[in-house]
């Protein structure tokens, strides 16, 4: 059984576990972004593996990467030069944000001990053939992933991964429901860390922790408990820090719900298994809740940020960015406009790698919550 203790440890160090789990047979294909289908990867029998980057070694990408690159971006190709990610046999880049895509260019002539794949999902999401096209890159992918692992994967195998995941989404999304519901019930890091453990840990293991996790906390949830604090709901991109889930409780805030990368998007959905696999996936990528690096429609983020609040009973909205993320940074002043529209108060953080001083964050919080 995994305790939370082990839990901490591996969101705390993601690439210590992958090498343990290279080092017990397992093929690894890492990833820099939750846009990955990773049943496809399961079905070859290797393990999909997120990268969130090491923020302290940031300076060694600096003669690959400018400057104004994001600091997850510059992390990742940072831990790959310094060889802290020689356990991956792969890595697979699909197709988001123009930063990303730089990555996978300098990776292909950089880090020549891994295979590599381009997944080109499209960008806008409600354009006619979207669907066709997605499957067809699906397709693509399981062809070159089968190749580059000298394996062929087989309905069976897909179908089963499928169900795997499928159940490992519900389980997530449960215990949010419950985090909003009684918060008390959770540590206020538990959720992230969970969340980010979730994206290295193999699969049949993280199941087995959110069954039992998910057991713990519905009978606990029985029991009467006491919620005293602002309802706050964190959205952005990539936010793998805990520690600012500890602060916005000493402030007097309760993160009830996130929309972030590194959180609710992840889970997002259900794979329909009535459908043959492939049609499924591409279903899934397609109509998942989407990140500003896609496009559905002039007010789709919006609406579900909005529908999300209201679920919630969300006091306020607190936009946490990396800095020099263009798509989140475009996106933001017309879901500030709609939240201001319906009197959701929000504050905006640029954050990097490396959290600003806790009094810093701590004054700000305090503010924005005094203000609620």
Not at 10 to 36: D, Q
Not at 293 to 305: N, P, Q
């Amino acid at each position: 059984m995994i305790n939370f203790e082990r839990l901490s440890e591996i969101a705390a160090n993601p690439g210590t576990y992958g090498a343990a789990l290279k080092k017990s047979g397992k093929v690894i294909i890492g990833a820099p972004c939750s846009y990955i289908p990773e049943e496809i990867i399961l079905a070859a029998g290797a393990h999909p593996f997120r990268l969130f980057g090491d923020s302290s070694l940031v300076s060694h990408a600096d003669a690959y990467l400018q400057s104004y690159c994001c600091s997850l971006v510059r992390g990742i190709l940072a831990e790959a030069l310094t060889g802290k990610l020689s356990f991956l046999d792969g890595v697979v880049f699909p197709h988001t944000c123009d930063t990303i895509q730089r990555l996978s260019d300098i990776w292909r002539l950089n880090i020549p001990d891994t295979f590599h794949i381009d997944l080109l999902y499209p960008a806008h999401l409600s354009a006619a053939g979207v669907l066709a096209y997605t499957q067809d890159r699906l397709e693509r992918f399981q062809s070159d992933l089968g190749k580059a692992l000298s394996v062929t994967i087989e309905e069976t195998a897909l179908r089963r991964a499928i169900t795997l995941t499928n159940s490992i989404r519900m389980m997530m999304r449960a215990l949010y429901a419950l985090r909003s519901e009684k918060p008390f019930l959770f540590e206020s890091r538990e959720m992230l860390v969970i969340t980010k453990a979730a994206m290295v840990m193999e699969r049949e293991s993280l199941a087995n922790f959110l069954a039992e996790t998910l057991a713990a906390k519905r009978a606990a949830a029985k029991r009467p408990t006491i919620t005293d604090g602002r309802r706050l709901l964190l959205a952005g991109g990539v936010c793998h820090h805990p520690d600012i889930y500890t602060i916005i409780e000493k402030a007097g805030g309760l993160v009830v719900q996130d929309d972030l990368c590194v959180g609710s998007r992840y889970f997002d959905g259900e794979i329909n298994r009535e459908k043959a696999p492939l049609t499924a996936l591409a279903e899934h990528i397609v109509r998942r809740h989407h990140c500003p690096a896609k496009h559905f429609s002039l007010d789709s983020r919006a609406a579900h940020l909005l529908a999300v609040a209201k679920q919630n009973r969300v006091e306020g909205v607190v936009f946490l960015f990396l800095k020099f993320c263009d798509p989140h940074a475009f996106d933001y002043p017309y879901l500030k406009a709609a939240l201001d529209d319906k009197g959701i108060p929000t504050l905006l953080l640029e954050i990097e790698g490396q959290l600003p001083p806790e009094g810093q964050l701590l004054t700000r919080f305090e503010t924005f919550i005094e203000m609620l």
